[in-house]
Antibody, heavy 125, light 108 residues
């Protein structure tokens, strides 16, 4: 069964760049059937879609974050990356990576969707 | 941006009773709404898409309804494993997917 594992610094200073990777346990990142996305959730709050990337490398970003976010895929390493520049304390969140069949909803097991377990990133000096 | 507003923030329900959760969109999203269940320390689990279609493996006690700007998730005969946070999400604009703030269902 597919596993996604987020990793990266748990603490980032304000105004710096948040960088995370998501390790994909199989070779599906090399296929054309899915999108690969990032979402986040501040403690005790709702979810926010950050953006997604498809097989051809086309990226789709949350308009409110698009000037600061970069999502990329390294197929040779089976990993997905997120870079978010100029972060603030308000962006302290659990960050999730996800594989999703459609650029619509997430976690459709019939379509092979999957989530990582999430990683907490705290933005603080 | 389409804003999704969920109410109430917290609903207290006894096991075996019905819970009704609401989600309102700031503009019409037709039936392009999904619902998720999230338990502490876990990623969300897809329950409903297209406003009323249950995802694979979701029990029939979960049902969704609504269209346009008003949506409802109903959980009949609440089980112990149903106490969780529930999120709605619109995908009418797939270039700007947005979620509600969540409703917590806790034990009365």
């Amino acid at each position: 069964q597919l596993q996604l594992q987020e990793s990266g610094p748990g603490l980032v200073k304000p105004s710096e760049t948040l960088s995370l990777i998501c390790i994909v346990s199989d070779d599906s990142i090399r296929s054309s059937n899915h999108y690969w996305g990032w979402l986040r959730q501040p403690p005790g709050k709702g979810l926010e879609w950050i953006g997604s990337i498809n097989y051809s490398g086309t990226t789709y970003y949350n308009p409110s974050l698009s000037s600061r976010v970069t999502i990329s895929v390294d197929r040779s390493k089976n990993q997905l990356s997120l870079n978010l520049t100029s972060v603030t304390a308000a962006e302290t969140s659990v960050y999730y990576c996800a594989r999703h069949r459609r650029l619509l909803w997430f976690g459709d097991s019939q379509q092979g969707d999957s989530w990582g377990q999430g990683t907490l990133v705290t933005v603080s000096a | 941006e389409i804003v999704m507003t969920q109410s109430p923030a917290i609903v207290s329900v006894s096991p075996g009773e019905r819970a009704t959760l609401s989600c309102r969109a700031s503009q019409s999203v037709f039936n392009n709404v999904a619902w998720y269940q999230q338990k502490p320390g876990q990623a969300p689990r897809l329950l409903i898409y297209a406003a009323s279609t249950r995802a694979a493996g979701i029990p029939a006690r979960f049902s969704g309804s609504g269209s346009g700007t008003e949506f409802t998730l109903t959980i009949t005969s609440l089980q112990s494993e149903d106490f969780a946070v529930y999120h709605c999400q619109q995908y009418h604009n797939p270039r700007d997917l947005t979620f509600g703030g969540g409703t917590k269902v806790d034990v009365k």
